[in-house]
C-alpha cells in the first residue's frame, strides 16, 4: 500500500468528470439515433441531443459527486475500515 498517495483536486475531478462524461454523451447519442427506430420511436437530432445533455448533466454531477466523496480522505478512510470490519 503507497501511504504518500496525493489526492486529485476539484479541477481534477471536474476535468475527470467532464471527459468520462463527453465520452459518454457522444456513445449515448449514437445509441438512441440507433436503438430508438429499432423500438418504432423517431425522434429528431434536436430531441436526442436535448435528452442526451440531460442525461449528461445528471451523470456529471453523479460522477463529480462519488470522486470527491471517495476522494475525501476521512470517508474513505471510514469507508475501508467499515469494510475490513466485515
Not at 476539484?10 to 475531478?13: C, F, G
Given at each position: 500500500m503507497v501511504s504518500n498517495m496525493q489526492q486529485q483536486t476539484?479541477?481534477?475531478?471536474a476535468l475527470e468528470a467532464v471527459t468520462n462524461i463527453l465520452i459518454?454523451?457522444?456513445i449515448a447519442l449514437l445509441a438512441q439515433l440507433i436503438w430508438f427506430p429499432v423500438l418504432g420511436k423517431q425522434f429528431t437530432l434536436a430531441e436526442n441531443l436535448a435528452t442526451t445533455a440531460f442525461f449528461t448533466a445528471v451523470s456529471f454531477t453523479r460522477s463529480y459527486g462519488v470522486r470527491?466523496?471517495?476522494n475525501g480522505r476521512s470517508v474513505y478512510q471510514s469507508?475501508?475500515?467499515k469494510l475490513r470490519a466485515l
Open positions: 476539484k479541477i481534477d475531478s459518454g454523451a457522444g470527491r466523496m471517495f469507508l475501508k475500515t
